[in-house]
């Protein structure tokens, strides 16, 4: 599994990220996304009803972005495989609101709609720094 180097461990603070998916059309398909990274682990939670998650169900590759806002040439790209997972009790969804001050995602999905979390395993790490 790749690995973050410690030179960019502080962009998996970062607020946002950009997700990558594939879309049925074979075109990338990309949406920001909060996240929660543990280690080299990066997870999201999405609603089952988004193109992200239908894409991830027929392709699990996927890339997550972190820019460096305060830095712009300095980013990082993990590359990887996705692993989706029912989160029916909003248990990861509640560990991702409290992340952005305390939002309650069921507020975001309408009646019936579910949740997973997504687990983007890393295969390729990027970590670049255009401005050494």
Known sequence: MATVPDSHRDLLDAPVAMLATV???GRPQVSAVWFLADDDQV????????Q??????KNSAATLFILDTANPAR?????GDAKVAPDPDYAFADQI???????????????????VVVTIE??????VDMSR
């Open 23 to 25: 879309g049925a059309d």
């Open 75 to 79: 980013y990082l790209e993990i590359r």
């Open 52 to 57: 992200k998650t239908k894409n991830l169900n």
């Open 97 to 115: 609101g409290a992340k952005y001050g305390g939002v309650d995602l069921r507020n975001m999905d309408q009646p019936g709609e579910s949740r």
């Open 43 to 50: 997870r999201v939670s999405l609603n089952t009803s988004r």
């Open 122 to 127: 890393p295969v390729r790490v990027n970590a």
